[in-house]
Antibody, heavy 119, light 106 residues
Framework: QVQLQESGPGLVKPSETLSLTCSIS????????WSWIRQPPGKGLGWIGY???????NYNPSLKSRVTISVDTSKNQFSLKLTSVTAADTAVYYC?????????????WGQGTVVTVSS | SYELIQPPSVSVSPGQTASLTCSGD??????ACWYQQKPGQSPVLVIY???KRPSGIPERFSGSNSGSTAALTISGTQAMDEADYYC?????????FGGGTKLTVL
């Protein structure tokens, strides 16, 4: 059974960098694609980006200039960095496995972590 | 950029059939999937590749996708099905979510 767990600071100051990590159990980060998704309070889901098993990335065009997703194979983790954050980046952040080989869907999700951008 | 449009809300009586729609340009040429999200919980995949149900998802959930509209149908809707439902597609390497539909069972 694949399990995902997000971790990172729950509070980030405006203009600083948001950094989150997703720890994977039950699967290897070197297989499949891995993704970050966020959900602002009371709003819908928003795709941030994904990284493939080969290390290639694809980001939401609206966030591309501020986002980096990377993999740490030694720790079986992948990470998100979002620079120059504002209050609009306040959201629940989810990590998820992207099943690219079955039509492109998120079949396993983490529990989500709340990130608030505030001074 | 590609967009998926969902009605904000749908209401259904217990035991009846709920039909949720998701519209997008030539959506029928892509695979659509659906997620259920209950308050305070992570989304759960309920339909993928237009019509397939993941293990553990009840048979009352079914999907279709043709033309510009994908649909999620819940037969014999139960109170436990009250939730937000999101459609999602993968277009030109970009993932797109619909805005979500709140399903009320009353």
């Amino acid at each position: 059974q694949v399990q995902l767990q997000e971790s990172g600071p729950g509070l980030v100051k405006p203009s600083e960098t948001l950094s989150l990590t997703c720890s994977i159990s039950g699967a290897s980060v070197s297989t499949y694609y891995w993704s970050w998704i966020r959900q602002p309070p009371g709003k819908g889901l928003g795709w941030i980006g994904y990284i493939s098993y080969s290390g290639s990335t694809n980001y939401n065009p609206s966030l591309k200039s501020r986002v980096t997703i990377s993999v740490d194979t030694s720790k079986n983790q992948f990470s998100l960095k979002l620079t120059s954050v504002t209050a609009a980046d306040t959201a629940v952040y989810y990590c998820a496995r992207f099943a690219y080989d079955s039509g492109g869907n998120f079949d396993y999700w983490g529990q989500g972590t709340v990130v608030t951008v505030s001074s | 950029s590609y967009e998926l449009i969902q009605p904000p809300s749908v209401s259904v009586s217990p035991g009846q059939t709920a039909s949720l729609t998701c519209s997008g340009d030539k959506l029928g040429t892509k695979y659509a999937c659906w997620y259920q999200q209950k308050p305070g919980q992570s989304p759960v995949l309920v339909i993928y590749q237009d019509t397939k149900r993941p293990s553990g998802i009840p048979e009352r959930f079914s999907g279709s996708n043709s033309g510009s509209t994908a649909a999620l149908t819940i037969s014999g809707t139960q109170a436990m099905d009250e939730a937000d439902y999101y459609c999602q597609a993968w277009d030109s390497s970009t993932v797109v979510f619909g805005g979500g539909t709140k399903l009320t069972v009353l």
